[in-house]
């Protein structure tokens, strides 16, 4: 029972999320990158049975492993680690940032200068994801608002109030970027604008920001998680740079499990 290997009590499984998230291509590719992992399967269905999978594992003190990222509420939940990565493929510290459509800071210069402004840090994100556990997103971030006007003035600091000038902000449905986007959206409402909020995969998000359909976006995250997206789409977007420093993704496992490297998996 005891020589029983990680490998074989998850049946070779790694948990994963939305087939069209970033983290799902990276994972693929850590399974190709960690030589013989080629026998592993990469479930992928959704956020919310990932962390249903994770929650009922730990609770049975079970072996799992899950693509997980941070800021999430996953570790102030539970006692996890990210497993070593020591080929990269999932990057080292991720970036969060912003990118607007061409000639948005002609047409909408003063929602442009609100959003090339904003940028917060983890913690403030993350304040705003525990409080949507309890209520929803726009009245998490209108809280979020409320107690940190010094922030969101610095934002809005010298910019006139307009009336009603729509704006088109295009998010991942994921609960980092409902958080950014809602605070945007409360930002940009408390100057008049008119904000609407759409939810897409990754790699729709970089198409409607170089189409030009949507006016901008606080979602990509770089330059592991959307490289690839980022390149697929580069010239035909602004970037105005990041919004927030020090996320991350990866393998996540139970800190009870006696495992530490990707490499590990291999056995
Ligand atoms: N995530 C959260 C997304 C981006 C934000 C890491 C799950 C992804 O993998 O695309």
Same mark, same amino acid.
């Given at each position: ?23 799902? &291509? ?35 003190? &079970? ?15 539970? +006692?996890?680690?990210?497993?070593? +990565? ?70 809005? !600091? ?26 945007? !959206? ?20 970089? !198409? ?49 499990? +006696? ?9």
């Amino acid at each position: 029972e005891n020589d029983t290997s990680i490998g074989e009590k998850i049946e070779y499984t790694i948990t994963g999320i939305e087939p069209g998230a970033g983290i799902t &291509e990276a994972t693929d590719n850590a399974l190709e990158e960690y030589g013989n992992l080629a026998g592993w399967e990469h479930d992928k269905s959704s956020t919310a049975a990932m962390l249903t999978s994770l929650d009922n594992a730990i609770k049975d003190k &079970e072996p799992i492993i899950v693509a997980g990222w941070s800021p999430h509420f996953m570790f102030a939940k539970w +006692d996890l680690k990210y497993l070593e +990565d020591p080929k990269g493929v999932y990057g080292k510290v991720e970036r969060i940032q912003t990118i607007a459509r061409k000639g948005l800071k002609e047409d909408k210069p003063k929602a442009y200068k609100i959003l090339d402004r904003f940028h917060w840090d983890p913690a403030d994100m993350e304040s705003v994801m525990l409080d949507a556990q309890n209520m929803d997103f726009d009245e998490a971030a209108q809280k979020w608002v409320d107690t940190n006007q010094e922030k969101v003035k610095e934002w809005t !600091k010298g910019i006139e109030s307009v009336d009603g000038t729509p704006v088109e902000l295009v998010l991942t449905p994921w609960d980092t970027e409902r958080s950014s986007a809602n605070v945007a !959206k409360v930002v940009l409402e408390s100057k008049g604008f008119d904000v609407t909020l759409t939810a897409v995969s990754p790699s729709i998000m970089f !198409k409607a920001i170089a189409s030009g359909d949507g006016d901008a976006s606080l979602a990509p995250w770089m330059p592991a998680t959307h490289g690839a997206f980022y390149e697929d789409y580069e010239g035909e977007f602004e970037d105005l740079g990041e919004n927030l420093k020090g996320a991350k993704i990866g393998l996540v496992v139970p800190s009870y499990m +006696d495992i530490e490297s990707i490499e590990d998996l291999k056995s």
